[in-house]
């Protein structure tokens, strides 16, 4: 990772920074020149999952005995500016920052208005078919708000007031005080005169990433094949050009503002031979992932990169009847007498499951993310056939995903027998379900049952054998045949 040691204190002691390695210098000039030259210089950013990122480069500093003020435009318009650290990276030359001054109102044809107010300048009229022309006019309102809110310009021509601009503005040369991009000035203060390259840190929003799981699987069988992307957003308002860039994936703290068989085999073959386009490693609690190439960044740009390709990964449908819930997910909480023996689902939920393990053709840890299935026809075509989200994954941990209730596996539910002793401390209910595979081949349907009235409770009749996944919750692994229908019934005593 290549964090200061000083920025732990900004994004609550979990980022440090190691300085990157000496770049052309940019951007940054004493006050004295103010001309801001960009040079060549490659940005490095860590961008992390929750929507912000830590910026560094490498800046000229130009350090006269005494006070020097230099200017950095660089910066983006997101910029935390109290996170910013400025540091000679070879720890030789010492120094203090007086004061450090942000602005982000760069030039802009509004601003020009704004700042000509009570001033005549002229007005380019372009018309079809006729020579162009220079009208004066004096700027009584620019209708420019720095919030973001605008207001119709109030232009004086001829000694009418006209409520719009009378042609293109042509305003007189900048000022000294006027910017181009968001900039940061300094007043340092320094022992002794030093040339240097500085190293500059910062947090910043507008940049994210996520990442996107791209799934295929035949039709029939157990292999998908796994391709991820990582999706990249710079809403920063800055670009950023051949930039080395680093991914944090984890729950950070951060204190916010208000195919067939031989296919797949021969894909395998051909993604060993590929280079990695992102490499990973675990960082402190979290994982880093650092993208091989330089990207370039273009300010409101979106843009995707291929980080996983797994070929062969044995995933298997597994089809859930869970009669008692409405939706995937809704396990293990408590119904009242009135409620939980009504049958209420007839939907039995398909879900794929894979294990991220290098043995499955997988293997590394697999940041939070969306993952999107396709099945192939029997034409070759891939049909989308759903979609779910996936939490911070470690290797070798096991992966179920929901992706939809299946059409042709049907179930039912109904409480047969519901019996209660409240003096006694008892109660005993029975139920009954029934399964039907309306497919053309056979299939297993897991039969879950959730058994929370009471904490106490015991299995006094039942009609085939079943697994306790946890302490309220059963399931009855049922094997159907095609066109067959099965049923599993049970009587529960619970006492308190």
Do not use: C
């Not at 951007?27 to 801001?36: K, Q, R």
């Not at 909480?333 to 049958?343: L, Q, T, W």
């Not at 911070?392 to 039912?412: A, C, M, Q, W």
């Not at 302490?471 to 049923?487: N, R």
């Amino acid at each position: 990772m290549v964090f200061f040691e000083d920025l732990p204190l900004i994004v609550s002691k979990l980022m440090r920074i190691k300085p990157p390695a000496m770049n052309p210098l940019r951007f940054l000039t004493p006050l004295a020149g103010i001309a801001l030259i960009p040079a060549a210089a490659e940005p490095s950013l860590t961008i992390y999952n929750q929507g912000f990122a830590v910026v560094r480069d490498t800046v000229p500093l130009d350090l006269k005995a005494g006070i020097t003020e230099a200017h950095f435009s660089g910066m983006t318009a997101q910029a935390e500016t109290d996170s910013v650290i400025l540091r000679d990276p070879a720890g030789k030359v010492k120094f203090q920052i007086l004061e450090q001054a942000y602005r982000n109102d760069p030039v802009s044809s509004g601003l020009m208005l704004q700042l000509n107010e009570g001033k005549t300048i002229g007005f380019e009229i372009r018309e079809p078919n006729k020579p162009d022309r220079t009208v004066q006019g004096k700027i009584i309102r620019s209708g420019y708000n720095a919030g973001g809110q605008t207001s119709q310009p109030i232009i004086e021509v001829d000694g009418n007031l006209r409520f719009s601009l009378p042609g293109e503005p042509v305003f007189p040369a900048l000022g000294d005080d006027t910017i181009l991009n968001p900039t940061l000035t300094w007043t340092i203060n320094s022992a002794e005169a030093a040339s240097f390259g500085a190293e500059i840190a910062y947090v910043t929003g507008g940049l994210s990433w996520q990442s996107d799981y791209n799934i295929v699987a035949t039709d029939k069988g157990d292999m998908i094949d796994i391709v991820g992307w990582v999706t990249f957003k710079n809403q920063s308002g800055t670009g950023f050009k051949q930039a080395k860039v680093k991914l944090m994936a984890g729950d950070v703290n951060k204190l916010q503002a208000q195919p067939a068989m031989p296919r797949m085999k021969a894909m395998a073959m051909a993604a060993d031979a590929m280079t990695e386009a992102v490499t990973e490693k675990s960082f402190d609690e979290f994982h880093l992932y650092t993208i091989a190439r330089p990207l370039t960044l273009r300010d409101q740009e979106t843009k995707q990169v291929e980080f996983i390709r797994g070929s062969g990964v044995k995933a298997p449908k597994i089809f859930v009847y869970d009669g008692a819930t409405m939706n995937y997910g809704a396990w293990n909480f408590y119904r009242g007498e009135g409620e939980y023996g009504v049958p209420t689902n007839k939907k039995v939920w398909v879900l794929r499951e894979f294990k991220n393990s290098k043995e499955n053709n997988l293997g590394m840890p697999l940041p939070k993310g969306r993952l999107r299935f396709y099945s192939q026809d029997d034409d070759g075509s891939l049909q989308f056939t759903g979609e779910n989200q996936i939490d911070h994954t470690p290797k070798d941990e096991t992966i179920r995903v929901y992706v939809g209730n299946s059409f042709d596996l049907v179930g039912e539910r109904r409480r047969t027998a519901y019996k209660a002793d409240s003096a006694n401390d008892w109660l005993d209910e029975t139920f009954e379900i029934k399964v039907r595979n309306r497919k053309q081949e056979p299939v297993e349907i897991r039969v879950v049952e959730h058994l929370t009235r009471f904490d106490n409770w015991e299995i006094k009749e039942k009609s085939a054998d079943f697994n306790k996944l946890d302490s309220h919750t059963i399931e009855f692994p049922v094997t159907l045949k095609p066109d067959e229908e099965k049923i599993v019934s049970y009587r529960v005593h619970y006492s308190w």
